[in-house]
């Protein structure tokens, strides 16, 4: 007796959806081809054809669109579509690789289309409008501070090769001593002793070392170097206030969560910003957050920042703490067969609110409170690299329930995590007495 066979068909679950592949000069897209004569049209990527493409699409009954984040050439297209009240998503396009080989882009369309149409696209996570603006001033900000950390290297570059070692009597070249001397040294002066003179009261070093250090060459071009690159220094400067000024104005027209602001639990320390703008800023992000995030041990004022930027304080697209986990990178891997890891590269992912969180993890060795408890724990037990990124996927829990709950952070202190690691020792310690017959008993 033969076994009736019966054919698992995929079900569609977006009937009225689009799929749009994008491109540099033009977008193809594909819609469901029996309810319209031409399902694919190709549009170019000038202003007026967007928003023709946006018309056809909403004469066709279209309601959900698929596209390829391919660069930055899908974000005009997307806040076109997004404007017109279409539900607009983004997907990786590791997950729409064509299989069969054949590769064009109309095929690229209707195969987006085709995996839309049945649900098999997951939308990646796009923040509200209102906080992408802000996070590209947060970007903005970012790159300009590496700019001006290459300045500061072209300027010890250019002192290293006059033989000038003022890097050796003070710690930070950018420093008030620092600037001071670079600002006098292309200002004309050369003398060693009258240089010497601009040291700070505070520095270590005494005025006859820091004479020492200033012997040079003074080569014209290594001068010319020094007088560019402390231009370059200056003119970057002005532009990450320009940025600070923009954050403080975007932050301004978001919404506000909380009206009761508190002062900050722990001292703010940012070498780029005044005390009074680091307390501008507080208030701002514990309004727009809803909760003082900096109360976390290790978190400061930039990491906060970054994730209120990248993030915004609506978590409503993460079910639970595990998926904000894990999109922010900082899960264990599920690239498992057979309970063994896969080998060969894993896939590289950027997540600035990830790398922000790790980078905050990494102080947590000096951190006299639970979490730095918790990691000096991690790090006498794996790697420094495992230890960073379980600090971190803690920090992004705490975060998680902070946001979700509305709650502050309440410090347990060191001696929770001690009362704890003690509990887990003795449990420990019994499981095992019973496994061996015997019965453990506590000292008198």
């Known amino acids: 007796m033969t076994r009736k066979t019966q054919k698992h068909l995929l079900t569609i679950v977006n009937l ?208 010319f170097a020094l007088d560019q690159a402390l231009a370059h220094y200056d003119f970057i400067h002005d532009q990450i206030h320009a940025c600070d000024q923009a954050i403080s104005d975007a932050l301004a027209t978001l919404p506000v969560r909380t009206d009761e602001t508190t002062a900050p639990v722990k001292v703010l320390r940012n070498p780029q910003r005044s005390t009074a703008d680091q307390r501008a800023l507080h208030q701002a992000l514990q309004a727009v957050m809803g909760v003082d995030l900096t ?36 899960a264990p891997p599920t690239s498992i067969s057979g309970g063994k890891a896969l080998p060969g590269r894993k896939h590289k992912i950027n997540n600035r609110a990830g790398q922000a969180l790790r980078q905050a993890a990494s102080t947590a060795r000096r951190s006299e409170s639970f979490i730095g408890a918790s990691h000096r724990a991690r790090l006498a037990r794996m790697d420094t690299g495992k230890a960073i990124k379980a600090t971190a996927h803690q920090l992004a829990r705490l975060i998680y329930a902070m946001l979700t709950q509305g709650q502050p952070y309440v410090e347990q202190g060191m001696d929770a995590f001690e009362a704890r690691r003690k509990d887990r020792q003795l449990r420990a310690l019994r499981h095992k007495a019973r496994a061996l017959g015997l019965t453990l008993v506590e000292a008198a």
């Open 16 to 223: 009225h959806c689009a799929g749009i592949d994008i491109g540099a000069r033009e977008h193809w897209v594909a819609i469901n081809p029996e309810q319209s004569a031409h399902p694919v049209r190709c549009f170019s990527t000038f202003s007026d054809d967007l928003t023709a493409c946006a018309d056809w699409l909403a004469s066709e009954g279209v309601e959900v669109v698929a596209m390829e984040a391919t660069g930055v050439y899908w974000i005009p297209l997307f806040e076109v579509l997004d404007a017109r009240g279409f539900d607009v998503r983004l997907v990786n396009s590791r997950a729409t690789r064509q299989i069969s080989g054949r590769k064009s882009d109309v095929l690229d369309c209707q195969w987006i289309w085709q995996l839309m149409a049945h649900g098999l696209l997951k939308a990646a996570f796009r923040p509200a409008d209102a906080i992408c603006g802000l996070r590209s001033t947060v970007r903005q900000r970012a790159n300009k501070v590496q700019e001006q950390a290459r300045c500061i290297a072209h300027m010890q570059k250019a002192l290293t090769q006059m033989n000038v070692q003022l890097d050796n009597v003070i710690s930070d070249l950018t420093g008030k001593t620092g600037m001071a001397i670079l600002r006098a040294i292309v200002a004309g002066e050369r003398d060693p002793n009258t240089l010497a003179q601009l040291r700070d009261r505070r520095l270590k070093a005494d005025e006859a070392t820091v004479a020492r250090s200033l012997h040079g060459n003074w080569r014209a071009e290594h001068l």
């Open 295 to 330: 109360a976390i041990p290790t978190i400061g004022l930039d990491t906060v920042l970054v994730l209120a930027s990248e993030i915004g304080p609506d978590l409503s697209r993460f079910p639970t703490q595990a998926h904000f986990c894990s999109w922010l990178n900082l």
